[in-house]
């Protein structure tokens, strides 16, 4: 089983949000800790990740959600690291007139292919990406689409803590590289 890569977005991702629970319930899942969560600069990002991977002994799924999408993408252009998968959740469009000051320097989207397979999980409320926008990333990047209604930013302040369909999807996405099915494994828990 590979090893999953957490690259949360903008100010990173709480205790309860989804990232942070997979994190401690998948096997062999590790954060990637960038040097400032809240005025992210895209190259300190993207050496982060570069440092992330290739300090693994095998190739990650990455799971990234909102900014840290972009990292990915970004990345992916120039690291020659390699990666099984990717997983990404709510891209942030950090190309539209309203995007904070503070995520304008990850712009402009990466346009091209990603050299993984990888799956877009959109939204088609979310504050920060419109769907046909999302689907347009979707595309560029030659990544697979899941559309999910009414979830927001896909994170704890839509409702997403747990997310067992994101779980789902990241099944999915397993099953895609590896050719066969195969649940992520749950960490094992001690005692209560």
Known sequence: MPPYLIIP????????????????????ATR?????????QRAD?????????????????LIAHSLGCLAVAHWAVRSTHRV????????ADVERASSPPALRGFAPVPRG????????????????VTLPRGRQIALEWGSDLSVLDGAGHINT?????????????????EQKVAGEPRAPRP???GPA
């Open 45 to 61: 990002w993207m050496e982060a990740l570069d440092r992330a991977v290739g300090a693994l002994a095998e190739a990650p799924i």
């Open 84 to 91: 099984r998968a990717a997983l990404l959740v709510a891209p």
């Open 9 to 28: 977005g903008w100010t990173g991702s709480g205790p309860d949000h989804w990232q942070s629970r997979w994190e401690r319930e998948l096997v062999g």
């Open 113 to 128: 292919r990603l050299r993984f397979p990888s799956r877009v999980v959109a939204s088609d409320d979310d504050p920060f």
């Open 187 to 189: 960490r094992e828990r």
């Open 32 to 40: 990637v800790e960038m040097p400032d969560w809240h005025a992210p």
């Open 157 to 173: 302040e839509s409702g997403h803590g747990p997310w067992p369909a994101g779980l789902a999807l990241l099944r999915r996405l």
